[in-house]
Structures are given as C-alpha cells and as structure tokens.
C-alpha cells in the first residue's frame, strides 16, 4: 500500500516539475519573441455624437370612412389605391332620409320668413316665433348631419388604404374606406432618458430605408412627450417625414439618426480591434515601453473606416498597435518600426 502511495506521490511531482517546465519555456518563449508592428499614437477628436433607432413609419392621418348613418350603401367613387384631394366625394349612403329632411327645412324656411315679417309687424306672440325658430333651428342641424353622413367627402388628400364594402351593401358598422394620408408621414421613436435633454422640438434627423440605400430622408421632430417610461426608462418623440417624393410608405421600417451633442472621444482604425473568438468581446493592443499590453475596449460610433473605442485603460498619447497586431500576444517584445 505505502508502496502505491509513493508511486503516485513520484508522478504528481513529476506533473508538477513538467508543468512548470512547461510555463518557464512558454514565459522564456514570450521574452525572446520580437514582433515587428507599426503604431500610431492616440489622439482626441471632436465628434458629433448620434443616436440610431430602428421605426416604422405610419400615415400623418389615417381616416376610417364610417358614417354614423346605417342603410343601403348606394355609391363608392373610389378603389384601393386611389389618390383622393380633399373635398372629393368618397361614398354616397340612402338618400331618402337625407331628401325628407330637406323638404321640412325647406317648409321651415318659408314658415321663418313668415315669422320674420310677422313679428316686425307685431302680428305673431313671441312663444310661437320662438316655437318656429327651435324647429327651424333643429331641422337645420339634422340636415347638417345627414348631408355629411350621406355624401361622405374627405378630409384631407391622401390614398385609399382599404375597401371594405361594395356598392349595394346594407351598411352595418365599421369603417367602409380607410384614407391614409402619405405625402406627409408620421413615426414615434423610444429615446434613453439619457438623452432627453438633447432631443428638441425641431430638431432635424436623417432616415435612410434598405429599399433605398442610396437616398436619405429629412424629417423632423414635430412633439417631444414631457414624461418618462418609468419601466423602459425612456421617453417618446412624434417625428414628422415630408414625402412629397413618395418613395416612402406607411409600414416602412426605416433608421433614424438623431445628433445629440458634440463630444470629445478616442478614435482607432477599424481593423486594429480585434474580436475574440467565441464571445463577442473587443480589444487591442498598445505600446507599453517596448512590449505589447491588452486591453479589452467596447466600440462606439463607427466614423468610415475608424471607430470610437471605450476603455479606462487607454488615454491620449498612447500608441496603438494598427498594423502587425494579430500576431501580436501580451507581453511580447516589439520592434516598432514606420
């Protein structure tokens, strides 16, 4: 039995004395590597810091063609996809009840002119002027509201969006058209609350769409909601998109980029931050009195073909290692050479 436990005690020290053979060579392997790198020494640039959202737009104004009358639909002037002016007649319901309505006002009308020459003469008691010019009055009001819930107008130009009935149809309820206004669109974004005192009214931003990576569009910010999501600590602002061109559509998801503000920050080539393998962590390496030393660093605003990076450990003056810096391990000597 003693004679096991010496055995086993023999190849842990030999384990052992390998092991730290091994980390002597590696350390010994490290001090005597030279790698030839090129540097360029670190400096601060003022920026002009930008927030990225991703939206989706919607129509400025979006109108549901739902007359407050039911009955027969007699007449839809337009389709699915129709430009439509403001003004212009959409549909057109039963006109029965609209036509005998304006019969009794009609009546009313020649009754008030009755009244009105009676009573200057002093020929009709104020109680039965008074009774004539409430159903005058009423009639007036009811005509009002069956002229505009029989011959249905637009509100505003825009596009017919849906159709949802044909002529003929017994009208039940819900919208018959929906009309989506689209040379002026509309979208709302969720901001940090880190930024809210940068984000005004009138503020001018920049959409760009996939569907056309070519073109940007200019909006604006129409309503900066005064209070914050207590959950999502954010706040909401109404941008507004003058697309006059209509190259956009309501449902487009598109990018905004809002400015925030000018600040002071450390730029590095793209290509010396390095990723490691398997995790999506940042670093780079600089010159630290003639070896290489690591440095984990987060990315920022990308400006071309330089990015922002953030770290503590880095500063002004420092150089960094852009060329060479893949072969490059920590602690390893280098030749610097221009």
Known sequence: MKTKQLISLAVIACVALASASCNSKEEKKVETRIEKVKVKKLEKVEIDRVYEISTTLQGYETMNI????????????????SKV????????????QYKTTKLTVDNLTTEMQRMDALMESGNVSQQTYDQTKVAYDQAKENLDFLRQN???KAKFAGSISAKNYEDGELYGGGPILTLTQIDKLKAYINIPESYFPYIKEGMSLTLKSEIYPDKEF???????????????????????IDNKANYLRPGMFVRTTMPISKQEVIIAPYQAVLKLIGS???????NDNGRAKRVAVKMGQRFDENIEIITDEITEDDELIVVGQGHVIDGVQLDIVE
Do not use: C, W
């Open 66 to 81: 739902a007359p407050s009358l039911t009955g027969t639909i007699e007449r839809i002037y337009v389709e699915v996809g």
């Open 85 to 96: 002016s403001a003004g212009q007649d959409l549909v057109r319901m039963d006109q029965t």
């Open 150 to 152: 029989t011959y249905v």
């Open 218 to 240: 200019k909006a604006t910010v129409e309503i900066v909601h005064p209070t914050i999501d207590a959950a999502s600590h954010t706040f909401q602002a109404k941008i507004k």
């Open 280 to 286: 999506n962590d940042r670093y780079v390496f600089v």
